[in-house]
């Protein structure tokens, strides 16, 4: 079994994470796997890109495990391609249609974010705890999809949203049940195919904001800001008290 399934068919390309065992979350081999997937989706000419998930969850976000034997130049190459492969989503040639279940947390609701057509079933639930351990992951993004005081609010709070409070937000813009999601991605390529493929990724130039460098150089400032590790541990050790 891979932990990461790539089908191209009829322009369509669907990635789905199949790591259902660890509710999905980002290791390294996951988010390198996403990069070759994300190389050869895009490397023919597509009508929709669609990213969902095997299992209970779509993604509970960064994988920690075995993090303190890690050098935190190991630990910041890991949150800048992660960074790298979200920049990818959000500026992406073709429209993206996300669907998400259960736990997007971290890392899981910035992949959320950073796609066009954000669906989620009615157990989805969003948290963004990054900055409790002072990592400038997504913020931007968060800020254009909900606007900056919300996204304000759910990041100093580190807030769970349920799937009804994320619609109201923003943060997806609907809620509907799985079973209808196949019907959904027909419906969104049959929208794309309304526009030749040239024009439909002039429209999403223009309509995306380009903050990639800022975003980049705010992660960093942050992985360097302070003992890295020790931040990720006292932030563990508090999720587990908690």
């Known amino acids: 079994m891979t932990e990461l399934e790539l089908s191209i068919r009829d322009r ?38 669609v990213l969902r998930a095997v ?38 040639p073709c429209p993206t249609m996300v669907l998400a279940q259960g736990a997007c947390y971290g890392a899981g609701a910035d992949l959320v974010i950073a796609c066009e057509m954000r669906l989620a079933a009615p157990d989805a639930r969003f948290r963004m705890p990054g900055w409790r351990f002072g990592l400038a992951l997504g913020t931007r993004r968060l800020a254009w999809r909900i606007g900056d005081a919300p996204a304000m609010r759910m990041l100093e709070s580190a807030t769970v949203l349920d799937a009804s409070a994320a619609a109201a937000a923003g943060l997806i813009i609907e809620v509907c049940l799985p079973d209808t999601w ?5 419906e969104a390529k049959s929208r794309a195919e309304s526009l030749d493929d040239d024009a439909s990724l002039r429209l999403r130039r223009i309509l995306t904001p380009d903050t990639q460098a800022a975003d980049i150089a705010s992660l960093v400032e942050s992985l360097t800001s302070g003992d890295l590790k020790a931040r990720i541990g006292a932030f563990r050790q508090q999720s587990k008290a908690a």
């Open 55 to 92: 299992g209970r969850n779509f993604c509970a976000g960064f994988d920690f495990s075995g993090f303190e034997a890690m050098t935190v130049a190991e630990l910041g190459w890991r949150f800048i391609r992660i960074e790298q492969l979200l920049q990818r989503l959000t500026h992406a």
């Open 12 to 49: 369509v390309a669907t990635i789905v994470l199949n790591r259902p065992e660890k509710a999905n979350s980002l290791n390294s081999s996951v988010v390198e796997a996403l990069h070759v997937a994300l190389d050869q989706a895009f490397d023919v000419p597509l009508r929709l890109l």
């Open 182 to 186: 196949d019907a959904r991605c027909i």
